[in-house]
């Protein structure tokens, strides 16, 4: 089991830059692909990103891609969500998410397939 804590969430200006670190606990990290979900007010949640075990492989929704980036320090247990040029579309409470069950090069954007969540950061990009 592995325990998910998110930060960096913030207000920003469109236009502006932002960080979201999400640190784990628990059993080894490197056994878990990681992703980035959001969910922003009345909509439901949806896929941002994706990083496989070891890094290798990276997946992105289409409305984050060239601008949001996600990477991970096996070491430090920690996963991350640059995300530049932000729009205030990309307003939403992001989540961090862990699946234990990917092959080392495999990434999945289907939140029902992540085994563990944390609780969320709120992300508000104002215009």
């Known amino acids: 089991q592995v325990q998910l804590v998110e930060s960096g969430g913030g207000l920003v200006q469109a236009g502006g830059s932002l960080r979201l670190s999400c640190a784990a606990s628990g059993r080894t990290f490197s056994t878990y692909a990681m992703g980035w979900f959001r969910q922003a007010p009345g909509k439901e949640r949806e896929f941002v990103a994706a990083?496989?075990?070891?890094?290798?492989?990276?997946y992105y929704a289409d409305s984050v891609k060239g601008r949001f980036t996600i990477s991970r320090d096996n070491p430090k247990n920690t996963v991350y969500l640059q995300m530049n040029s932000l729009k205030p579309e990309d307003t939403a409470v992001y989540y961090c998410?862990?699946?234990?069950?990917?092959?080392?090069?495999?990434?999945?954007?289907?939140?029902?397939?992540?085994?563990?969540w944390g609780q969320g950061t709120q992300v508000t990009v104002s215009s």
């Open positions: 998410a862990a699946d234990e069950t990917r092959s080392w090069y495999s990434v999945s954007r289907v939140g029902y397939e992540y085994d563990y």
């Open positions: 990083i496989s075990k070891r890094g290798a492989n990276t």
